[in-house]
């Protein structure tokens, strides 16, 4: 079954420094993967994703995520925090006509002023 | 185009009490899923819907949880009787096709049982 891994639940970075949040995947077969993102009060965004096609995937505000197969990873990064980047990371995989959405426990960034 | 929402936003209720969620999609997605975070879990994928009909409900965690989607519009999910346990937010989402990268959530509805 495919499932996600999220180290380190809270995050703290300085203003304008990067941005790392890591997420190891594993799949039986070729995944889909995902960087959804969660404000305060808000519903879950899509950040980014990653199906199959460029190794490098860009996002949104200022986001992108590399997919490794052979380390079986899909870090999220971004190159200068802002305050408005405070809020919860979602790394989530799924299989190709699967419907399901399998989550990984999520990174709560916080950016320091 | 207003996106997909949810009521209420949070729910106390008791042990043994029901209570109802409700969930409106976008306008003309014919997909309805429902997702729940236990505190401290990682959110879980629970049922999805096509139009009125349950695709997949193999997420559902016991009998107590009934979902319905009547007429293929907003979905209800009700636990009757809630336990300690059901405490958490519940997401919906909702998509036009199948494809799982199209899916839009809503805000959630916390769930709190005493």
């Given at each position: 079954?495919?499932?996600?891994?999220?180290?380190?639940?809270?995050?703290?970075?300085?203003?304008?420094?990067?941005?790392?949040?890591?997420?190891?995947?594993?799949?039986?077969?070729?995944?889909?993967?995902?960087?959804?993102?969660?404000?305060?009060?808000?519903?879950?965004?899509?950040?980014?994703?990653?199906?199959?096609?460029?190794?490098?995937?860009?996002?949104?505000?200022?986001?992108?995520?590399?997919?490794?197969?052979?380390?079986?990873?899909?870090?999220?990064?971004?190159?200068?925090?802002?305050?408005?980047?405070?809020?919860?990371?979602?790394?989530?995989?799924?299989?190709?006509?699967?419907?399901?959405?399998?989550?990984?426990?999520?990174?709560?960034?916080?950016?320091?002023? | 185009?207003?996106?997909?929402?949810q009521f209420p936003?949070?729910s106390?209720?008791?042990?043994?009490?029901t209570v109802t969620l409700r969930c409106d999609p976008?306008?003309?997605?014919?997909?309805l899923y429902w997702y729940r975070?236990?505190?401290?879990?990682?959110?879980?994928f629970l049922l999805h819907f096509?139009?009125?009909?349950k695709?997949?409900e193999?997420g559902m965690p016991n009998?107590r949880f009934l979902a319905e989607r009547t007429?293929?519009?907003y979905s209800t999910l009700k636990v009757q009787?809630a336990?300690?346990?059901d405490?958490g937010v519940y997401f919906c989402a909702?998509?036009?096709?199948?494809?799982?990268?199209?899916?839009?959530?809503g805000?959630g509805t916390?769930l709190?049982?005493?």
């Amino acid at each position: 079954a495919q499932s996600v891994t999220q180290l380190d639940s809270h995050v703290s970075v300085s203003e304008g420094t990067p941005v790392l949040l890591r997420c190891n995947y594993s799949s039986s077969y070729s995944p889909s993967l995902f960087w959804y993102v969660q404000h305060p009060n808000k519903g879950l965004q899509l950040l980014l994703k990653y199906t199959s096609a460029a190794t490098l995937v860009k996002g949104i505000n200022g986001f992108e995520a590399e997919f490794k197969k052979s380390e079986t990873s899909f870090h999220l990064t971004k190159p200068s925090a802002h305050m408005s980047d405070a809020a919860e990371y979602f790394c989530v995989v799924t299989v190709y006509g699967n419907n399901r959405l399998a989550f990984g426990k999520g990174n709560q960034v916080v950016v320091i002023p | 185009e207003a996106g997909v929402t949810q009521f209420p936003s949070h729910s106390v209720i008791e042990k043994g009490q029901t209570v109802t969620l409700r969930c409106d999609p976008i306008s003309g997605h014919d997909n309805l899923y429902w997702y729940r975070r236990v505190m401290g879990k990682e959110i879980k994928f629970l049922l999805h819907f096509v139009k009125e009909s349950k695709q997949d409900e193999s997420g559902m965690p016991n009998n107590r949880f009934l979902a319905e989607r009547t007429g293929g519009t907003y979905s209800t999910l009700k636990v009757q009787p809630a336990e300690l346990e059901d405490s958490g937010v519940y997401f919906c989402a909702s998509s036009r096709t199948r494809m799982v990268n199209e899916q839009f959530f809503g805000p959630g509805t916390r769930l709190t049982v005493l």
